[in-house]
């Protein structure tokens, strides 16, 4: 009878610690929602950046600067009156 509940109170040791629901299972988890929660951070500040720029483009009277920056960033045009230097092609 000693013996039978040795075993029994090994084996549930074991599985606490190591099973499949035990005690390392819940540390990968608590790992794993760390890295989520910094991830799920970083997208909200992109998101947060992207409804800023949509909010600065509505149709009815879109922000100039704006249009501005994106035409120069994006699109790579210049202002009519920008001076905009060209480095020679690499001969060779």
Known sequence: MLLL?????AYFAFHTVK?????????????????????IESL???RTNLARDVALLRPDLPDP?????????????????DRVLMDAPPSG
């Open 5 to 9: 509940c040795l075993g029994l109170t």
């Open 19 to 39: 099973g499949r629901h035990g005690l390392e299972a819940r540390d990968k988890l608590l790992e794993r929602e760390s890295a989520l929660q910094f991830e």
């Open 44 to 46: 909200e500040a992109v």
């Open 65 to 81: 600067d704006f249009v501005e920056e994106i035409a120069r960033e994006v699109l790579g045009f210049a202002h009519p009156r």
